[in-house]
């Protein structure tokens, strides 16, 4: 397992703006897939975006397609996700998530991801 830690949660009014970062320590990440997930009190842990670390490939989930961007910095080993527009239903907690060596067809699968960060609240107001 790696460790993960995010930062850059916090109050925002709606259509502004967050980056949410996710530092990663413990292993080199060359065949890793990194997620961001996040959780609703009350209801299931839901995948928000995914990237491969090697090539940078990336997918979203429909609700985060042209407002949110997944990045990583491979000299700094961290994950990013950019979120622009925010809306009063992004409000969650947001978390982090590394998955060694899983298949690009499994990236919305909570199951692969064995390492997963503390979680950072979003608020985003109305």
């Known amino acids: 397992q790696v460790q993960l830690v995010e930062s850059g949660g916090g109050l925002v009014q709606a259509g502004g703006s967050l980056r949410l970062s996710c530092a990663a320590s413990?292993?080199?990440?060359?065949?890793?897939?990194m997620g961001w997930f996040r959780q609703v009190l009350g209801k299931e842990r839901e995948f928000v975006a995914s990237?491969?670390?090697?090539?940078?490939?990336?997918d979203y989930a429909d609700s985060a397609k042209g407002r949110f961007t997944i990045s990583r910095d491979n000299a700094k080993n961290t994950l990013y996700l950019q979120m622009n527009s925010l809306k009063p239903e992004d409000t969650a907690v947001y978390y982090c998530?590394?998955?060694?060596?899983?298949?690009?067809?499994?990236?919305?699968?909570?199951?692969?991801?064995?390492?997963w960060g503390q979680g950072t609240q979003v608020t985003v107001s109305s």
């Open positions: 413990g292993r080199t990440f060359s065949t890793y897939v």
């Open positions: 998530a590394a998955a060694p060596n899983a298949r690009w067809y499994e990236r919305w699968n909570r199951s692969v991801y064995d390492s």
């Open positions: 990237i491969r670390w090697s090539g940078g490939i990336t």
